[in-house]
């Protein structure tokens, strides 16, 4: 999945709870941050900081892969 914006971030992570059977109460725990940040990073909410983005992403098993745009 190409990641654009951040509204494209959140369904990424959204996809990925959903696929290892989390709830955004066990993901937010895992990840050691708050279910209203979950919520907001989910439905796109720019105001979110990476470093919790990355953690997010690590108890997903995801990594951030950074490409440049093929033209």
Same mark, same amino acid.
């Given at each position: 999945?190409? $990641?654009r914006t951040m509204a494209d971030?959140?369904?990424l992570i959204r996809d990925a709870r959903e696929?290892?059977?989390?709830t955004q109460v066990e993901l937010a725990r895992r990840a050691r941050v708050g279910r209203e940040w979950l919520i907001?990073?989910?439905s796109g909410r720019t105001s979110a900081e990476?470093?919790?983005i990355?953690? $997010?992403l690590a108890q997903l098993?995801? $990594?951030l892969d950074i490409q440049p745009e093929e033209h």
């Amino acid at each position: 999945m190409q $990641v654009r914006t951040m509204a494209d971030v959140g369904a990424l992570i959204r996809d990925a709870r959903e696929q290892a059977g989390l709830t955004q109460v066990e993901l937010a725990r895992r990840a050691r941050v708050g279910r209203e940040w979950l919520i907001k990073v989910e439905s796109g909410r720019t105001s979110a900081e990476m470093p919790r983005i990355l953690d $997010v992403l690590a108890q997903l098993g995801l $990594v951030l892969d950074i490409q440049p745009e093929e033209h």
